[in-house]
């Protein structure tokens, strides 16, 4: 399994993130301690949450994926030193002022992190959302604080555009403050407008690591909803409903012959066309069971023709 470096971050990753938003939501502790098994043992090493999953889920409020994950790593003694952890800040916690970027919500929300993931260090610390009410510098000097603090190692933007990002760059350079080393954005066969052009051109002149996330289109992309009668019951039918269009079509029928070709999934060949695009370290995506922990391991180990990732960018244009 081919590793890569991930942005100026010193750390090398397996080509897939566990995206832990289902930790504790569609995945009960049980299974979610099977599916993390699952994954390091099949070579994978990092793992994506944040504060706020799954506070969208009912009962919940937040920090549930943080504390599946915090509970496992205290259950498997040494398991911490085997895993890239990743997690976020700046989503609606519910209280007042917890939100946001400020110095005084990041001081208060990494602990909160720490405590709930029982680590003493998070390994990659993301602004979730830009916040437009505080300035790049007042958040920038609050992930310098924890950097120092050795309460985390490196620090990421999710959500930033192209001109955003450069802004929050050159605050960084000017006031001699870290700069993000990573960028997380939505980015998948069909969404490509948030990453192609601007962004991923900074990220490739700035060695910006990128991890994707909705990297299967919230399971549009496995190919299992061609029909709204596919979505029935579905805890993510309102997510997927979007992709069912003539182009959505269209890219299904693409992904299924190369996938045909390939003895593969169109699941895996989504993910190994990702893999595949420049400036993408590793594309995030959930897996609720072994078996489509397994599948990842077959995609990180696809590969795609040429032809093949033309025919895919085509169809998804």
Known sequence: ????????????IAPIVFGGNVLGWTTD??????????????????????????AWADGHSGGESETVLGKWFAARPGMRDKVKL????????????????????????????????QVETIDLYFSHWPDPDVDHAETLVAYDTQLKAGKIR???ASNYDAGLLAAALETAENEG?????????????????????????????????VVTYFSLAAGFLSGKYRSGADLSGRKRAGMVEKY??????????????????????????????????????APIASATSVAQVESFAR????????????????AGA
């Open 86 to 117: 990743f997690t976020k800040v700046g989503s609606d916690m519910g209280g007042p002022g917890e939100k946001g970027l400020s110095k005084g919500w990041i001081s208060q929300a990494v602990e909160k992190s720490r405590e709930r993931l």
């Open 154 to 156: 490196a620090i990421g």
């Open 29 to 54: 502790e049980a299974q979610s301690f099977r599916v993390l098994d699952a994954f390091i043992d099949h070579g994978f090493d990092t793992i994506d949450t944040a504060d706020v999953y799954s």
């Open 1 to 12: 399994m081919q590793r890569k470096t991930l942005g100026t971050t010193g750390f090398e």
């Open 299 to 314: 995609a990180a180990d696809l590969n795609l023709s040429a032809e093949d990732l033309a025919r895919l960018t085509a």
């Open 244 to 281: 069912m269009t003539e182009r959505g079509m269209r890219l299904l029928d693409a992904l299924e012959d190369i996938a045909s070709a390939h003895a593969a999934k169109p699941a895996e060949v989504s993910l190994a066309w990702l893999m595949a695009q420049k400036g993408v370290t």
């Open 177 to 209: 403050l870290p700069a993000y080393q990573v960028v997380q954005p939505e980015y998948n066969l069909y969404d490509r407008a948030a990453f192609e052009g601007p962004l991923q051109d900074l990220c490739l002149k700035n060695d910006i690591g």
